[in-house]
């Protein structure tokens, strides 16, 4: 019995259930059976024991970064929520924009405060079934937010160069109406995986892996198309000596090129923001498995909920609609 106490310890701190199979799952979620399992306390005195062994501090260290970076996350992308209702921006893109402060939001509410509860339960007394489900709750709430993150981060790369591209057809095929219906989908697909991080992580990282690889390869295949048309214009331009002036793409509709331009560039650092945050987590499951040090996997994982803080700065500092809305909201709430 000792024995599998302890597999299950460490299967739940390294965020993996990949060795369990479906019975073990099935009988483990129950939780007068897991009271069943650790009846004796033995759960909460190896998983201070656990904690006993790594360097002193880490897991205060990673408690105390994540609510300050929660606190900061909350009230970023609270004031861009608020700025957003005064940007002058396309609403379909306006709302692309909503979906992914709203998922960063959530992220700083739900998910790093209980992923600080969990790194600091060594300390307090809690019982072995409230650790349980404060991990199990972070890791499915993470799997899904992160998800939405994900997939609305591709949707806006598409969205830009269905602009370039689209002309005077853009604003009838990129309609709100349409833009409500991927973002609902984005939900449910997130969910999905949240579902299946529970059920089985093996079927988890299998669908992520590709989730994941054919965002990148959206987004590579986005950025690519919009460079070699921007470069087929500036070559047009240069060839027939003419000052750089709005596109004239296929729709018959004029592109304003430095606007455009401008548009892209503060979306492609948010995009590289995103990759820098989930790429080390998504490389460190890939090579390391089950074999992930605790550090390493802690580091990853707090540095994916940092992009949460990361994205209300960027959008200040590159758009400067939003930073103007920004400020003039910090105004008002220091007026009042």
């Known amino acids: 019995m000792t024995s599998v106490n302890y597999e299950i310890l460490s299967l739940i701190l390294q965020g993996k259930l990949a060795e369990l199979s479906l019975q073990k799952l099935q009988f483990f979620d129950h939780p007068t059976t897991m009271a069943n399992i650790t009846g004796d306390g033995n759960f909460t005195n190896k998983l201070n024991s656990v904690f006993m062994d790594l360097p002193v501090g880490i897991a205060e260290f990673f408690s105390a970064l994540n609510l300050f970076l929660s606190i900061t996350a909350s009230l970023g992308n609270a004031l861009i929520l608020i700025a957003l209702h005064n940007v002058s921006i396309y609403p379909p893109t306006k709302l692309f924009f909503r979906c ?49 993150s994900l997939f609305t981060s591709t949707a806006i790369s598409v969205d830009r160069l269905l602009a370039l591209l689209l002309g005077l057809r853009y604003r009838h095929v990129v309609t709100l109406r349409r833009v409500h219906g991927a973002i609902i989908c984005f939900w449910l697909i997130g969910a999905s995986t949240g579902w299946s991080r529970m059920q089985s992580i093996n079927w988890a990282y299998k669908g992520t892996f590709v989730i994941v690889t054919l965002s990148l390869v959206t ?52 995009q590289l923001a995103l990759v820098a945050c989930y790429l080390p987590s998504y490389i460190v499951i890939v090579v390391s498995g089950n074999r992930t040090s605790y550090v390493a996997l802690r580091a990853t994982e707090t540095l994916v909920y940092l992009n949460s803080s990361l994205n209300p700065i960027l959008y200040c500092w590159k758009i400067r609609e939003v930073k103007q809305a920004v400020r003039d909201t910090l105004r008002q709430f220091y007026c009042f």
């Open 100 to 148: 992914l402060a709203v998922t960063d939001l959530c992220v700083a509410l739900i998910v790093q405060p209980l992923y600080a509860t969990f790194l600091l339960s060594h300390t307090t007394e809690v019982s072995e079934n409230v650790v349980y489900y404060v991990s199990k709750s972070y890791n499915v709430f993470s799997w899904i937010l992160c998800g939405v």
């Open 219 to 270: 987004v590579i295949f986005c950025y690519t198309m919009i460079h070699l048309k921007l470069r087929h214009h500036w070559q047009a331009q240069l060839h027939n000596n003419v000052p750089q002036g709005p596109i004239a793409n296929g729709g018959g509709f004029p592109l304003n090129m430095a606007r455009y331009k401008k548009t892209v560039s503060s979306i492609l650092w948010v």
